[in-house]
C-alpha cells in the first residue's frame, strides 16, 4: 500500500529541525527501501523549510501512521501537522527514476484537496516533467481525496495547472527539492 505523508513545519521551528536533522535523515533510511519520493518543501524565500514530503509503500495504515508519527521531528515538536493519506503510484516509479534527475528546473509539491467527485484520475499526456503523481484516498482506499503531484515547472503557476482547478476546494502550491542523503 502507497501512502503520502506531508509534516508541515511550525513556525519557529528551524532551530530544532536543523539540531534534528541526522536523526530524521538516520531515521528515514530505515524506510530506504520503501521510499517512493522524499524531500522538503520551502517557504518563497527558497531558503525556509515549511515541511517534509515523503511518499512510502508500506503494508498497512497502521504501519504509515507509525512512520508519520514516531519520526523524530514529529516527536520533538518540529512539525504542526501531519497530512497523512493512502496514495496510488499512477507513474510505477520512484523520484529517483525521474528522467529529469535531482537537479535542474524548479520542482513543485501540487496538493489539490478534493471536493466531490474524483478529478485528475488519468496521468496528464505530458508525463516528462511529472516526478510523482497519485490520488490521496481515504485509508481503506475506497474514496477520493483530492490528489497529490511532484513536478518540475517554470514557476508555481504552471505547477498548479496540471490540476483541474475547478475540481478542488483548494489547491496549495510548495517549493519543493529532492531530499535524502546525496549519493
Known amino acids: 500500500m502507497e501512502f503520502f505523508c506531508y509534516h ?11 539540531e534534528l536533522l541526522e536523526n530524521h535523515w538516520s531515521y528515514m533510511d530505515e524506510y530506504a527501501a ?19 514530503v515523503h511518499i512510502l509503500d ?18 520533538a515538536g518540529v512539525y504542526r501537522d501531519v497530512l ?24 513543485y509539491l501540487v496538493l489539490g484537496l478534493g471536493a466531490g467527485q474524483p478529478a485528475d484520475l488519468a496521468v496528464p499526456h ?25 513536478i518540475r515547472a517554470s514557476d508555481p503557476d504552471t505547477a498548479r495547472a496540471v490540476l483541474n482547478p475547478d475540481r478542488y476546494a483548494e489547491v496549495e502550491v510548495h517549493d519543493w527539492q529532492f531530499g535524502g542523503r546525496e549519493s
Open 8 to 18: 508541515r513545519d511550525r513556525p519557529g521551528s528551524l532551530p530544532l529541525r536543523d
Open 34 to 52: 520503501e521510499m517512493i519520493a522524499r524531500g522538503p518543501t520551502f517557504a518563497s524565500d527558497g531558503d525556509t523549510p515549511t515541511g517534509s
Open 58 to 75: 508500506l503494508p498497512d495504515p497502521a504501519a504509515a501512521r507509525a512512520f508519520a508519527f514516531d519520526e523524530p521531528n514529529y516527536q
Open 84 to 107: 497523512l493519506r493512502r496514495w496510488r503510484n499512477m507513474l510505477g516509479r520512484t523520484m529517483w527514476d525521474f528522467p529529469g534527475g535531482r537537479d535542474g528546473g524548479n520542482r
Open 126 to 150: 505530458d508525463r516528462d516533467d511529472l516526478i510523482a503523481y497519485g490520488p490521496l484516498l481515504s485509508d481503506d482506499g475506497a474514496t477520493w481525496l483530492g490528489t497529490a503531484v511532484l
